[in-house]
């Protein structure tokens, strides 16, 4: 065994993550999320509705626009939550 | 009246009457920034010491610390390519932020005649060095922070979204990245799927630019406007407060930064099951293998 082992395994020089810096990446992910989610359905809405005002189908492709927004926002999240919980 | 509310504007202002639009006075800041931080870091850099002094120690600490996240989110190879791009990002738009807090920002500069701001401005070339009263918001500021002007922030993020682009085609090479987008081989929702990632690197750049640009212009009215209401003096927690929003926006933005670069480097879909099915195989081998040690023990124990 070796003589003198490292204190903190996770990097060789030591730092390691201190919790002000978990505290910030989780400031950023709640931010994040949030915004994800009400630009999605924004995003949606005003493609729904530049679709309806030239195909003249108000409010069906603004409808579906807004809950495909929706579903892309909430994918989102998903994608950014899932990645982070892998590399933590 | 002593001093009129200063005139609050979204577009940056010229930087002399007819100068070309490009030249503004955010983009002043945005170099002499830039030059900062270069010459801070051949300052440091020029001659390293072994036991470093008071900046030296700084530098290397921040360094160290985002070296750290860029491994602890992206891996240890990745992190070490994303670094770089990161830390830069970081100390660009911290110093970007923190020009708001510096007195002189926005408070000096030529004489406006623009009447919007206040009707005496038309006359304000009669005034003095100093401008109190109806004149006192006649002024087109020399200096303005680079992050209060959506040009610089949406320039900023489309540098990410590019750079994301390109991480993922020198990551995961041309097929996997444009079949990312382009998803034909799984159906109705792989299609749907795909699209979603085009509209998620379009909400990135609106995300990260207007999330930025928001906080910084916010901090930056709110400074004018409670420096206009105590007359200076009730604004000084609130510098605090803007130090403090200016640092946490730039982590902010270089940690979305990061994330994003590592999430259009990690494959998805097919590979990301592969990788999992391996983990899975892996796992229910060490467990097997577990188990038939355990039986030989027991079966030795029985023997003796």
Redesign the interface.
Known sequence: MAEHEPHNT??S?G????PY?GA??A??LV??VG??IS??AL?GVFAGLFVDSKLHTTPIATIIGLL??L???I??VF??IS??RK?? | MLWNLPGIHVPADPLYPGAPPFLTNTFLLTIVGSILIIALMLFVGRNPKQVPGKLQNLVEWVF??F???C?????PERGRKFFPWVLTIFLFVLFANWWEVIPGIETIGFKSTDTALSPACAHVGSQGFLLFGQYSNCITPFFRPPSTDLNFTIALSIVTVVMTQVYGFVVLGFRLQIGRYLVFNQGIMGF??G??EL??E??RL??LSF?LFGNLFAGDVLLVVISFISIGVGAIPFYFLEIFVGF?QA??FA??TL?FF??GT?P?GHEAHEEEHLAETAHAEHERVASALAGAKLEEAHAQ
């Open positions: 996770q990097n020089r730092g390691g993550s201190n810096q910030l990446v400031f950023s931010g994040q915004l994800m630009l999605g995003l495909l927004g579903a892309a926002g994918y989102g994608r950014l990645t982070f590399a933590g | 160290e610390q070296l750290n996240l491994e602890q989110v992206a891996g749907i799927v699209l979603f509209l998620l379009a909400m609106i995300s999330r946490i982590f902010v940690f979305l994330l590592t999430l990690t998805h």
